[in-house]
């Protein structure tokens, strides 16, 4: 090798090295890997943003409630209390009351098992309804990381052309191909990394809510409960 191989002391490189430098001067295939990236980190943050609001005011909702059906002594009571509440916890609650309203001049020995199976559909729903979104941090956070690789593995197959067709080593011609290229591994990480967190977060915070809405679900069927025992369901009542 010969010493003008070499990048000497203070001698200027041929590209501008910093992160939007590298980014202008890239191939056109790790440009568009690095914007790919860039837009699935920016989905990774709406998604984390949307659903920490959205379980914070469900878990308000159903927080509000535990502590009426805590309160109340039957079903009808417990509606009343709930009355202009929204969202599909509240929902719970109308549920019973309206299969108590279809079970109006029938048996009512098997009317817990169908306010059971009502309320069981109902915190699936909510389940699926929260967890909407999530699966897309998944996707990130699995393919992210080799969506990154393709660009660098890109990136320096084009350096390598680049010194082959310069016919030099020097450190001038090759670094800054092989920076631009480890810079869409960096961006694969910077994406993949947070994607992967949130999600793991995220799915403890859809099993907190979902115990939640299960023990609200126990407590109207305890509702139910008592009613049938004291023989004092107002079927007649919810029929009018």
């Known amino acids: 090798m010969q010493p003008t191989d070499?990048?000497?002391?203070?001698?200027?490189?041929?590209?501008e090295l910093s992160p939007w430098g590298m980014f202008m001067s890239a191939d056109i295939v790790v440009q568009t890997v690095m914007v790919g990236l860039a837009l699935a980190s920016v989905s990774t943050w709406t998604v984390w943003l949307t659903k920490v609001i959205e379980l914070r005011l469900a878990r308000k909702r159903v927080r509000a409630l535990l502590a009426g059906l805590a309160e109340s002594r039957t079903l009808v009571d417990a509606v009343?209390?709930?009355?202009?509440?929204?969202?599909?916890e509240a929902a719970l609650v109308r549920a019973a009351m309206a299969e108590a309203r279809l079970s109006a001049g029938a048996a009512v020995?098997?009317?817990?098992?169908?306010v059971e199976s009502r309320l069981e559909r109902l915190q699936a729903a909510a389940g699926?309804?929260?967890?909407?979104?999530?699966g897309i941090l998944a996707s990130i956070g699995s393919t992210a990381p080799f969506i990154g690789l393709f660009g660098t593995v890109w990136g320096i197959m084009n350096s390598f052309v680049g010194i082959s067709k310069a016919q030099t080593t020097n450190l001038a011609v090759v670094a800054p191909g092989i920076a631009e290229a480890l810079l869409a591994t960096a961006l694969g990480l910077v994406a993949a990394i947070?994607?992967?967190?949130?999600?793991?977060?995220?799915?403890?915070?859809?099993?907190?809510?979902?115990?939640?809405?299960?023990?609200?679900?126990?407590?109207?069927?305890?509702?139910?409960?008592?009613?049938?025992?004291?023989?004092?369901?107002?079927l007649h009542e919810a029929a009018e």
Do not use: F
């Not at 070499?6 to 590209?15: F, N, Q, T």
């Not at 009343?80 to 599909?88: C, E, I, V």
């Open 6 to 15: 070499l990048l000497l002391p203070g001698a200027p490189l041929p590209h």
């Open 80 to 88: 009343r209390r709930l009355d202009g509440a929204g969202g599909p």
């Open 109 to 114: 020995d098997g009317l817990q098992q169908r």
């Open 128 to 134: 699926r309804q929260m967890a909407l979104g999530t």
């Open 194 to 234: 947070p994607a992967v967190l949130i999600y793991n977060a995220l799915a403890r915070a859809i099993s907190g809510y979902r115990a939640l809405l299960t023990d609200a679900a126990a407590d109207i069927l305890r509702i139910v409960s008592r009613d049938l025992d004291r023989r004092s369901l107002p």
